[in-house]
């Protein structure tokens, strides 16, 4: 009996029991003992209730996911299918918005210069690469009237020279290359000169206007416009001033201008394809009223 009452067995025994009196006096103290039964139960079995419930909700999801696989499929199917459609609207808008934009810069130019005739709005699709001189390519070309030599403009003024047309593409020459030439004059003091690309003024975003005469009044700010010729309508804006000095001869001057555009950046252009030359300009280079 003694071994009894020292073993491990009486000593968890009398644990139990120790608190089932304590259950009970708890029951006792707060009105009844079902109380207490309850809260032992609830300790007991609440961990497990939780457990199930979680096992439950997944062996629940799992099979909904396995009996209505067929259905979702279907649902994120139709999903993507309209989400495709809306990004499609979406595309569609904005080149409407575009091409919306392009026909009222046209329609402007056209209210501008009304002796100009002009292809449809060009897009630029490809830029030549390694060009130091950043001439790039449009989707228009001889079935739009194009030839080469048109010259290449924007709203806000002359951008280069059309060269290897094809029937739906036209390739541009822009103002940096030196085999882009013009005549121009300042516009504050009808200073003349030829305005021409080169690899170091391109370098930098810059072209020249060389042949200055060496009295001419031209400082920086000046605005630099087309002279005319029978390549080039007269009074495009080409850019500003940003520096003036003199020739390595002595003879001339020359300035440095900022393009009005950068062909580097350009999305769309326009190009006239006809034009007439005012009489004073026909006058001074010999040629009719109509271009050649």
């Known amino acids: 009996m003694r071994d009894f009452f020292e073993s491990v067995r009486f000593k968890i025994l009398l644990a139990v029991t120790a608190l089932l009196i304590g259950v009970m006096i708890h029951s006792a103290t707060t009105g009844g003992f079902a109380s207490g039964g309850e809260y032992i139960i609830g300790v007991i079995f609440d961990p497990l209730k939780k457990l199930s419930a979680g096992i439950s909700q997944n062996i629940s999801t799992s099979l909904d996911m396995v ?7 279907n649902e994120n199917k139709q999903l993507r299918e309209q989400l495709n459609a809306m990004y499609n609207r979406m595309i569609d808008y904005d080149e409407l ?3 919306n934009g392009d026909l009222r ?5 056209s209210e501008e210069y009304d002796s100009y005739a002009f292809s449809p709005p060009c897009s630029v699709i490809a830029r030549t690469t390694n060009d130091p001189y950043a001439s790039f390519t449009v989707d228009k070309g001889s079935d739009s ?3 080469p030599g048109d010259p290449v403009i ?16 036209c390739k541009v020459r822009t103002l940096y290359s030196p085999k882009t030439s013009m005549g121009a004059y300042t516009v ?5 000169g030829i305005v021409s690309g080169g690899y170091e003024a391109a370098s930098g975003g810059r072209i020249r206007m060389n042949y200055i005469p060496k009295d001419s009044d031209v400082v920086p700010g000046d605005i630099v416009v087309t002279s005319g010729s029978s390549n080039f309508p007269a009074g495009q804006l080409i850019g500003v001033v940003e520096s003036v000095a003199i020739e390595d001869s002595g003879l001339s001057r020359y300035a440095v201008i900022i393009p ?3 062909p580097k950046v350009l999305t769309g252009v326009f190009v006239v394809t006809d034009y007439q030359l005012d009489e004073a300009t026909a006058v001074k280079i ?7």
């Open 67 to 73: 009996i209505n696989a067929e259905r979702y499929y």
């Open 105 to 109: 810069s046209m329609l402007a130019l």
């Open 188 to 192: 504050r003091t009808k200073a003349t």
């Open 286 to 292: 010999g040629e009719s009223d109509d271009r050649s």
């Open 97 to 99: 918005m575009e091409e």
């Open 154 to 169: 924007t709203m806000n003024g002359i951008v280069g020279v059309c060269f290897d047309v094809t029937p739906g593409t």
């Open 260 to 262: 009005v555009e950068d």
């Open 145 to 147: 009237g194009i030839e």
